[in-house]
């Protein structure tokens, strides 16, 4: 009869160490896979950002271009402005010639 309780007590002996070393590789495996997700996670992010300095840069590009394309709108519109300015004072010039005839 004390040989079944030692028997016992060492089988629970047994499975207490094997369970700690099951939990041990548990812990080791969830380390292991939480790194890989964060690593995958980096990954994603760096992929991500680079996406959206790419997306900055054209959105800089844009308005720098916008900005030239007013500056060089309104640089037309004073060309023009003037240009009817000095055509309407030879128009009147030459109006006051031809009445002077």
């Keep these: 009869r004390m040989e079944i309780i030692l028997e016992k007590k ?5 499975v207490q160490v094997r369970l700690r070393q099951l939990r041990g590789v548990v812990k080791t495996l969830l380390v ?10 980096a990954i994603k992010m760096a992929c991500f950002l680079e996406c959206l300095k790419e997306s900055d840069h054209i959105k800089y590009s ?7 394309i007013a500056l060089l709108s309104k640089a037309g519109k004073t060309y ?12 009147r010039t030459w109006q006051e010639v031809e009445d002077k005839h």
């Design 10 to 14: 060492a089988a629970m002996q047994k």
């Design 80 to 91: 023009v402005d003037k240009k009817r300015g000095r055509s309407e004072a030879m128009e």
């Design 62 to 68: 844009v308005r720098q271009l916008n900005r030239k």
């Design 32 to 41: 292991y896979f939480d790194f890989k997700r964060r690593k995958k996670s």
